[in-house]
């Protein structure tokens, strides 16, 4: 049986692709955005963001990757054609999946790249299968931090990279044991919107990476960097074509 949180994920984004892919295109997370660069448009800088988290990743080479919470494939088309790997990509969503599949279809990429309806929390591959695990922007949608990376880690082959790039809370200060109030409400609007469970901080999964036994973690907090987006997003949703598309996706999506 399917959660009611993951029939929720998996509702809204079927409802919500569509769109938009064709407001923003393959891509469903934030562009990078750094200081005093040139202005580009929000497609190069989502693309920018794939290759700026490879560069500091220090992701060179893969042969097998999974990416996990794949919307409609992006990432792994974009990894699979740079780094010349295969790749495999899970969704809660049936509509993200078949079009995954499409495009894969449709880019030439078939033979290596797939997609398929899968829960990150219980996935359907074997243990060490892929030697880069990739997570972008799916990991604040998990309801289990400590089970996700465990999945993430049971998948990843010994000396392979496990890359997640996703939305977290505040590290707390000494002495603090929950964020503020006014933090905490305005945390829950966005998971309401969002289908999102309870926020943790960089600190939280940096604790359960070493409780798993990972090595060589890094982290770094990007806000500065992907803030712009929002902007960005609100324009295009502002549009003719945004707001059209916005009552044909339905409510759900309107409510975000
Ligand atoms: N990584 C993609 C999509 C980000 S949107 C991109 O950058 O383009 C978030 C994705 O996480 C959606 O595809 C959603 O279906 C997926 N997701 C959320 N919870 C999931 C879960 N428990 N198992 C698998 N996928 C999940």
Redesign the pocket.
């Known amino acids: 049986m399917q959660s009611t949180?993951?029939k929720g994920?998996?509702n809204?984004?079927d409802e919500s692709?569509g769109l938009w892919e064709s407001m923003w295109g393959?891509?469903?997370?934030h562009g990078y955005y750094p200081k005093d660069a040139p202005p580009k448009s929000n497609q190069e800088a989502?693309i920018d963001m794939?290759e700026e988290v490879l560069r500091w990743a220090g992701a060179e080479s893969a042969t097998a990757m999974v990416?996990?919470?794949?919307?409609?494939?992006?990432?792994s088309r974009h990894i699979a054609r740079r780094l010349g790997c295969a790749a495999r990509?899970?969704?809660?969503?049936p509509v993200?999946a078949a079009r995954a599949n499409v495009l894969a279809q449709e880019q030439g990429l078939a033979d290596r790249v797939s997609f398929q309806?899968?829960?990150?929390?219980q996935?359907p591959f074997e243990d060490k299968s892929f030697d880069l695990v990739?997570?972008?922007?799916?990991g604040?949608?998990?309801?289990d931090k400590t089970c996700?990376v465990g999945e993430l880690a049971r998948v990843c082959m010994p000396g392979g990279r496990i890359i997640i790039?996703t939305w977290c809370h505040r590290n707390l200060e000494e002495g603090e044991t929950e964020l503020k109030g006014n933090e905490k409400f305005l945390l829950d609007l966005i998971c309401k919107a969002y289908?999102l469970p309870k926020w943790c901080s960089i600190n939280d999964y940096k604790a359960i990476f070493r409780a798993e036994g990972l090595q060589d973690i890094k982290s770094a907090d990007w806000s500065q960097e992907v803030a712009p987006f929002w902007g960005a997003v609100i324009k295009s949703a502002l549009s003719t074509e945004g707001f059209n598309g916005l009552f044909k996706a339905g409510w759900t999506t309107i409510k975000v």
């Open positions: 949180l993951n994920i998996a809204f984004y692709s393959e891509h469903m997370h989502q794939i990416d996990v919470g794949c919307g409609i494939g992006g990432s990509g899970i969704t809660l969503s993200q309806v899968a829960d990150a929390l996935q990739w997570s972008m922007e799916s604040e949608h998990m309801p996700f790039v289908y």
